[in-house]
């Protein structure tokens, strides 16, 4: 794409290179989502987990009927796709204990090697939380991708100095800015948006005096509190907030808490965190971004750029 300085949909790539980075890293496993034919595992699971949502999350939330409307062809295709993706889940534990079996020494990836270890009832378990791994993370890390890329795309001087820092830094080390960036686009553009819902284990009172009883399910929407008028410019994408010396960092990060907190975060935070950083770090350093279309921000379940079309090209060195 770089070589023909051409455009390219940042979402829909973003995702499929977080589904492969996931495959390799987590699993040890080549998903081919970005390059595979339509048969390569990662684009069997895109294709059944987008029936997956459509209809388990997206139709049944609103309409709980349809749970039991057996005939309907959307409800069975979906039950289909929730089976494939469990088989999908069985190739990939398959994959890692023929890996083993035939390279007794290698030590399998972290994640795989805990999902083996661990006594799960059966194999098929085992291959749920697999899709659980993939179906909570391909999506958020994908779209923080593309978010980032559009906010240094549109802030070229930030993208100038995130890139000269990375060019000054040895290629196994990541400056700090780059974290800054991350926060940064995290903030502005949190993609799990309406945030979590907990249930209070004890009264709460407010400082403006209001109870909240025990047992209430309160939910923190990231989106706008990310955005309160507290905040410096609230609306630009100011990396320096994030600067050890700066001002509100104290506050910000009393506030800022993206993956949750507490016994309920994200699971896979750390995993998520490092891919970012490490393919925006690549991105960065060797190429130059600019928009070529302006997104449209569309929330289901998470928060995408719709629309979003980057223009891409070799950076100088």
């Known amino acids: 794409i770089a070589k023909k300085q051409g455009v390219f949909s940042a979402p829909e790539l973003m995702v499929q290179l977080t589904i492969d980075a996931f495959g390799s890293s987590a699993f040890g496993v080549d998903m081919s989502a970005m390059s595979g034919p339509e048969s390569s595992l990662g684009r069997c699971f895109l294709r059944e987990i987008d029936f997956a949502h459509r209809e388990f999350i997206k139709n049944q939330s609103a309409r709980p009927w349809r749970r039991l409307m057996w005939w309907d062809t959307d409800v069975q295709r979906a039950r289909l796709a929730s089976d494939r993706l469990v088989e999908l889940g069985l190739q990939i534990i398959e994959h890692a204990r023929r890996s083993k079996s035939e390279n007794p020494e290698d030590q399998l990836c972290g994640v795989m090697e805990t999902?083996?270890?661990?006594?799960y009832p059966s194999d098929k378990d085992r291959a749920v939380a697999v899709k659980t791994f993939l179906t909570g993370g391909y999506d958020t890390t994908g779209y923080t991708l593309a978010w980032t890329l559009y906010e240094l795309a549109r802030n070229p001087a930030e993208q100038a100095a995130l890139a000269l820092e990375l060019q000054q830094s040895e290629a196994n080390q990541l400056p700090p800015r780059l974290g800054w960036v991350v926060n940064e686009s995290m903030r502005l553009w949190p993609v799990v948006a309406g945030g979590g819902g907990r249930q209070l284990s004890k009264d709460i009172i407010t400082p403006s005096?209001?109870?909240?009883?025990?047992?209430?399910?309160?939910?923190?929407?990231?989106?706008?509190?990310?955005?309160?008028?507290?905040?410096?410019?609230?609306?630009?994408f100011i990396p320096d907030r994030w600067r050890d010396d700066a001002p509100q960092l104290a506050e910000l990060r009393k506030m800022f808490n993206p993956f949750s907190r507490g016994r309920r975060n994200c699971i896979g935070q750390t995993h998520a965190l490092i891919t970012v950083k490490t393919v925006l770090a690549h991105l960065i350093r060797n190429y130059q971004w600019s928009v070529a279309k302006e997104p449209t921000p569309d929330f289901f379940l998470t928060l995408k750029p719709d629309g979003l079309c980057l223009r891409v090209e070799s950076r100088p060195q």
């Open 115 to 119: 999902l083996l270890s661990f006594p």
């Open 209 to 236: 005096k209001i109870l909240i009883k025990k047992g209430t399910v309160v939910s923190l929407p990231f989106f706008s509190t990310y955005r309160q008028p507290w905040i410096s410019e609230a609306d630009r």
